[in-house]
């Protein structure tokens, strides 16, 4: 099925340890974007791309790093793993911003 | 800075009842998108319903329809012939037209719906 694929759905981590969350998307987008969601503050955008090979910070990106070597996929890195980036994290992909975006499901990370 | 605000943090509506979402932003902008966006709780956001802002039409979905207030900044969702599958989390977003670098959905708090039999 076309859409924005996430994985993991859940994930535990200890503190300091890294990993990545992988989204990829079979539209053909050329717009990615990483959020995570927190109770209480919404959606905070960590980091977007407008095409493979750029990348740009969001309002968030402290303790995560982000490339796009292809046009699908969008892997989000954490670097080392803080219980203040418990939360779940959703990318989002779009032809065109103007249009909206289409979600993935989301992963739901907890840092302990 | 660009705001959104959704005044109600939790709705309730009778099944096959009528409900007003509401949604206000702030912009010195005279072009940009508004979206409602759907979060169930399997917890994967969905679009709803979108808004140019340059267009004076409302724009309308099946059983979801707004009313698109640009002088009053007003930006709200009406679900008509409510379901049990419309409960959910909505969420109002705004973005501008001519993003340019500045290309991040501005989003509002949400407002929970619970749909009763």
């Known amino acids: 099925n076309a859409g924005v694929t996430q994985t993991p759905k859940f994930q535990v981590l200890k503190t300091g340890q890294s990993m990545t969350l992988q989204c990829a998307q079979d539209m053909n987008h050329e717009y990615m974007s990483w959020y995570r969601q927190d109770p209480g503050m919404g959606l905070r955008l960590i980091h977007y791309?407008?095409?493979?090979?750029?990348?740009d910070q969001g309002e968030v990106p402290n303790g995560y790093n982000v490339s796009r070597s292809t046009t699908e996929d969008f892997p989000l890195r954490l670097l080392s793993a803080a219980p203040s980036q418990t939360s779940v994290y959703f990318c989002?992909?779009?032809?065109?911003?103007?249009?909206?975006?289409?979600f993935g499901s989301g992963t739901r990370l907890t840092v302990v | 800075a660009q705001t959104v605000t959704q005044s109600q943090p939790e709705m309730s509506v009778q099944e096959a009842e009528t409900v007003t979402l509401s949604c206000t932003y702030d912009?010195?902008?005279?072009?940009?998108?508004l979206f409602w966006y759907k979060q169930p709780p399997s917890r994967q956001m969905i679009l709803v319903i979108r808004q140019e802002a340059y267009k004076q039409q409302n724009a309308t979905e099946n059983r979801f329809s707004v009313n698109f207030q640009k002088a009053a900044k007003s930006f709200s969702l009406k679900i008509s012939d409510s379901q049990l599958g419309d409960a959910a989390m909505y969420f109002c977003a705004y973005r501008r037209y001519n993003a340019g670098n500045n290309r991040k959905l501005i989003w509002g708090l949400g407002t929970s719906l619970a749909v009763n039999p």
């Open positions: 791309s407008v095409g493979a090979g750029i990348t």
């Open positions: 912009t010195s902008e005279s072009d940009y998108y």
């Open positions: 989002a992909s779009t032809s065109n911003p103007g249009n909206g975006y289409t």
